[in-house]
């Protein structure tokens, strides 16, 4: 997981967020409703990656070779 840099200093300063909970709810394709709720420390990715997870630029590196090959 990661976090957008440019919100960062926002997030994680020397005033960081309390930590909040919330509430998810949502329909699938087939009318079935979910709900959950899940709390949320903003301290946590404190030691996260501001940059993308490895898996998402292979994702990407992937999707410009696709085109290419589309051509």
């Known amino acids: ?11 994680l300063g020397e005033d960081p967020l309390e930590p909040f909970k919330v ?10 409703s979910y709900e959950s709720q899940h ?4 301290v946590e990715f404190s030691a996260r990656s501001a940059s993308s997870p490895p898996i998402t630029k292979i994702w990407r590196e992937l999707e410009k070779i696709t085109k290419v090959l589309k051509k």
């Open 1 to 11: 997981m990661a976090y957008s840099l440019g919100v960062g200093h926002q997030l």
């Open 39 to 42: 709390g949320l420390n903003v």
């Open 23 to 32: 509430n998810l709810t949502y329909q699938d394709i087939e009318g079935n």
